[in-house]
């Protein structure tokens, strides 16, 4: 792995993400993260800018960790972990890069006379509240940086760990713009498990849906990836949007599933155990590329519309997008992502 010359004064070559320079620390086991090793380090710099895309209401990104433990088979993000020479595979599932001091930097980039308090998006890369944060607790810290610096700022997550701070979050949005949104894609518990088998269940993120807004915030939520012929059927989306309507949403953007680099590979190796009758079709559908063909799009759309009306989601921000919007990228990378422009 590429960890020589990370010492605290050791120039860092683009092995992390954003950062001109990395220490590492130590690397940790414990009992109560079975089959996880956390790589503990310290960062120059705690805010990521985005460029090229002046459509996105925000040009920076927090990342607090490299990697995520929620183990989705269709994570976009799995490429940037092989900038640390860490596989896109089970590494990026299970070697988790913790960004121990990142609230402590942001505190000092934020009070900085050049920082005009922008948009700041967490959860564009990996997950801000991942399991890691249950030991690190990394979040508190960098929602009241953000908040008492004056910066509005969004979170997109799958973890229910955001409701131990939703009383910091509610006093934040009573000094800046902050908005939740949490990503629900899969209805079905046995192909939750299968597909994103570190994440909390999808009754208990529709409990955390309802947790944002009985703390009186506003809740959207991210029906992405919608995965071809395992997720796609009427009845499907039809469940799905009205549990989400029913738990109190507050809008509701959908999109079908990209396969970039290895994440393509990653996720056809899943697909070839599980459900070998589809490879052939996956083949098609996206051909050499990373995205879904023009028809299915088109198909997926006039499905999702009119059942987003049905249930209530059909105005404001509520809507299904296409695929292929800028992401926040690791050093070098052209990672893209859809989850950005729900924000």
């Known amino acids: 792995m590429r960890w020589s010359g990370q010492t605290l004064d050791a120039a860092d070559e683009g092995a992390l993400p954003g950062l001109e ?31 090229g895309d002046a459509s996105l209401p925000f040009t920076w990104t927090i990342n607090p960790a490299r990697g995520c433990s929620h183990a989705c088979r269709y994570c976009f ?7 640390l020479d860490l596989d896109a595979g089970t590494d990026f599932d299970s070697q988790i890069v913790v960004k121990t001091n990142i609230a402590a930097v942001l505190r000092k980039e934020l009070a900085r006379r050049s920082w005009k308090r922008e948009p700041v998006a967490l959860g564009t890369n990996t997950d801000p509240y991942q399991r890691a944060e249950g030991r690190y607790r990394l979040m508190p810290g960098i929602i009241r940086a953000l908040a008492e610096s004056g910066t509005p700022f969004s979170i997109l997550t799958k973890g229910t760990l955001l409701r131990r701070d939703l009383p910091l979050l509610t006093l934040a949005a009573q000094q ?10 899969i209805h079905d518990a046995d192909l939750q498990k299968q597909i994103e088998p570190g994440t909390p269940s999808p009754k208990a993120r529709l409990e955390l849906i309802r947790a944002v807004r009985d703390a009186g915030l506003s809740c959207g939520v991210m029906v992405a990836p919608v995965i071809p012929f395992l997720t796609d059927g009427a009845r499907q989306l039809d469940a799905l949007f009205a549990a989400l309507a029913d738990a109190g949403a507050t809008s509701v953007t959908a999109m079908p599933m990209h396969l970039r680099s290895s994440t393509k590979d990653w996720f056809l190796s899943w697909l070839a155990e599980q459900h070998p009758a589809l490879v052939r079709r996956y083949r098609q559908l996206y051909g050499h ?12 759309r006039q499905r999702i519309d009119p059942l987003l009306d049905q249930h209530g989601f059909g105005t404001g921000e509520s809507r299904s ?3 292929n919007v800028p992401a926040d990228p690791g050093p070098g990378a052209d990672v893209r992502t859809p989850a950005l422009t729900l924000f």
């Open 321 to 323: 997008m296409p695929e």
């Open 289 to 300: 590329g990373a995205y879904v063909t023009p028809e299915y799009k088109a198909w997926l």
């Open 176 to 185: 800046v713009d902050v908005r939740i949104n949490v990503s629900l894609a």
């Open 21 to 51: 320079r990395s220490g590492l620390v130590r690397s940790v086991q414990t009992p109560e993260f079975e089959g996880i090793t956390f790589h503990e380090v310290l960062c120059k710099s705690a805010l990521n800018k985005i460029t």
């Open 77 to 83: 993000a799995r490429p940037t972990h092989e900038y």
